[in-house]
């Protein structure tokens, strides 16, 4: 049976624009690359009137209706009121709602309070779906032959319940199908438009690709269908192949991890110890790779140096050097990248320093301007330069992917 | 009258979350700042039924429709046949749309294929609204008292049609109206429940306030409608006042601005340097600080000292006083303030030390357990303790959220 799926998300935020509706779009994701098809989405304000006719909507159009948001402790979370109402049944405390929330404060010493326990009025009659992420519980009920899931908007709330809860009885719910397996290849170094010139003509049977934008990278997500697991995933394997023969070294990932996550195991499986002397960067390439447990192994030590004066005091920059190529040099990095990697005896020392913007820039040097060095036994010393566009946000963000993928490609035999 | 404005996006792109739906966020965005209220918006794959539903749906609870996408040359672009069939009339040639194609293709030295000419099959009767900006001409037709706005879903052409024909349109449908007014309103300290209890009772006519939890801060948007714009506007800021009251310093920003933002402000008026010594956040608070353009000014040096040698080696942190009291401890992050201020030769110095997670926990300190410590002439040397919850990340961010609290809180003589 096919599931018609519809997804409601709830909240002012989102109908005013202030936020990215990122349960929307992760559900698309994760449901796509299941193989189902989500048929309908609607986004309602909080308010009353509104939910409900979304409610009613989805039961005439929907199997499976999954909504977001609206189950907080403040008066304008108004989803388990307004589904009681659509089910025609009082609220009423549901006490395994309330265990499980004085449970969650427990843990960090809290007891429950008036306002916590709001949370726990659910319709008569629905079942609870345990929140082990937070304390607004889910639930869910059925009416006019549909389902409907209720979840927290808190989006690593809303994530985990969905793979707790709804993924595995939408999974149950359809049967006599096609097995599906899925894959994410994750890519840095080429425009998406380079990317699918590159990859013309793989389309085969069986196989669907989908180009997703994640500045500055470009993921592609495969799937495969089969008559058999099995079937579905040596497909997956072989063009997973394919993909990585066109592409190279540009592929960084295909488990999911991130390039910080994929330097990281490169460094621990080498044996080998890494230090950062960041000026235009600002700590962002310290900060990713400091985000993968386990880090303090191979990651020694950072240097922020947005001064002439600490690149010469701490990392030993020489001044003549600074006042002759300027601090935004390829002399300059090369030598924070020794500086660095000399002051914590490490085996890697990477030195970034370029015109972030948006003031700063000039002729010779305009902003996106951005030289990256690298001080290795196996790659010595070397350096190269950058231009970038975008704002000062992105010129951060892809000069720390660059400066990943630096420190990736010399296990790679490229530098 | 009041204006019920639905949205209808389409595209298979949506529907998979490969593409963030941007059409919608900037139209919500300038709805609302302009005073409309989007009541609901919904999405729909390239499918002629779900787009059809979405119509029939969307011309019962709405008066104004404004519908993205579909509209090109290709056979997955369906809206104008469905737009068509929903009002029971034929497709035909539209002459006007022909030679708005025609004008637009004779600028680039192209001339009008078949293909382009399907573009210009409109339902009969409805009105052309000429596309300026590409070749797929829009349109509008009016069905059961609501008037709907067929705009191309490529971003630039929506938005400039919008600009051109929707809101204008829409702003003379309003008679009598309200003026409207909003705020932002950015806390950072009390979880969401406990700022809805400090608030409780403050609700008034002509005020509109809804909570958006954004880890972790905790945001109010603030609406005030009035008979005109002054009104609207003493409204606003006399219950931002009140707010402000209630809140106290956990207030950080009326105005948009990040807390980093916030913080550099502050740092700016007064003169004053910072520089920053991190263990557990990474680089992070460095990040933040130079987020913000002009940063250079006050931020002088961050040093992300990870391993116990590097705290003692640049900082200066006394070896007997890491074996005495360990990295996380009081003593440590206060030495580290005050080595980091002495090596830079900044006004402050910040310096934070805890466990991340998720290993590196004990029963004494358990992951979580973060010191932050500060070393100002105004605050003198000093530190806090505290503990939180949640995954790397989180602990990472809101620890360095503590951190920029901690040095505003300087200016606001609470240190």
Partial sequence: ??????????????????TQDSNFSWSGDVLTSRGFTVEFHTTVGDYRDDISSALVVASER???????????????????????????VPLELNMRAVSSIEERLSKRGRVLTDINRKQAFL????????NHWGTAPGFSIEKGGAVFYFLPGVPKEFRAMMDE????????????????????????????????????????EGIRLGYRAHFPEVHLRVTASGDTGEEAGKLIEGFAGDVRSRLGS???????????????????????TLAAAESCTGGLIAHRITNVPGSSDYFLEGVISYSNESKEKILGVPRDMLIEYGAVSAPVVEAMASGVRRLSDADIGVGVSGIAGPGGGTPEKPVGTVFIGMDSDKGGVRSEKFLFHGTREEIKLVTSSHALSFIMQIFLNKV
Same sequence: chains 1, 2.
């Fill in 62 to 88: 929907a199997d499976a209706v999954i909504v977001s948001g609206g189950l907080g402790p403040t008066p304008d979370d108004l989803t388990a009121e307004v589904a009681a109402e659509f089910s025609g």
């Fill in 1 to 18: 049976m096919c599931v018609r799926i519809e997804i409601i998300t709830t909240g002012d935020e989102l109908m005013s624009g202030l």
């Fill in 165 to 204: 809860y709804v993924l595995p009885e939408l999974e149950r719910k359809r049967t006599g199908r096609k097995k599906v397996r899925s894959m994410l290849i994750k890519t840095f170094g080429l425009p998406e438009s380079e990317v699918a010139v590159r990859l013309e003509g793989i389309e085969r």
């Fill in 250 to 272: 540009y592929v960084f990932s295909t488990e999911g991890e991130t390039m910080e996550e994929a330097a990281g195991m490169l460094l621990r499986r080498h044996g080998m």
């Fill in 123 to 130: 319709p008569r009659g629905s079942r609870v779906l345990v």
